[in-house]
């Protein structure tokens, strides 16, 4: 269980225990279980060796002109936005933290699952 989720409520609690603050404890639980919902995953894939999934937020291939086109502007690269999630489409913030400090990129592992499926 989302640990703020679990203080949320359990702030709640108190609170109507006691009839003090319950407009805040509400707005925090709603804050939390706002964070805590499930994602549509768009893309399922393995980072370090954990099952996840990819929900893109922005994907844009960029262009690839070659030198002697009509065009005069360079090549934009291209644009990667998504959210990592577990496999049930939760929120993997820990997952993300993780493959930073073994040194995975995980650009390169979603831009190699786009273009294998595309």
């Known amino acids: 269980m989302n640990t703020d989720l679990f203080w949320a409520r359990s702030t709640l609690r108190v609170a109507n ?13 709603n804050k939390a279980r706002s964070q805590h919902k499930a994602l549509r995953i768009d893309l399922e894939v393995t980072i370090c060796g ?6 893109l937020d ?11 086109s009509a065009s005069l502007e360079p090549n934009d690269p291209p644009e ?13 913030d820990w ?11 995980l650009d390169s592992i979603v831009m190699e699952q786009l273009t294998d499926q595309r």
């Not at 225990?17 to 639980?29: D, R």
């Not at 954990?50 to 929900?55: E, F, L």
């Not at 997952?95 to 990129?105: I, K």
């Open 95 to 105: 997952l993300v933290e993780r493959a930073e400090r073994l040194g995975v990129d």
């Open 50 to 55: 954990i099952p996840a999934g990819i929900q």
């Open 58 to 68: 922005h994907y844009s291939r960029g262009t690839n002109l070659p030198i002697h």
């Open 80 to 92: 990667l936005e998504y959210t990592v999630t577990d496999r049930k489409g939760y929120r993997a």
């Open 17 to 29: 225990a006691t009839g003090v603050n319950k407009s805040q404890a509400m707005t925090a639980l």
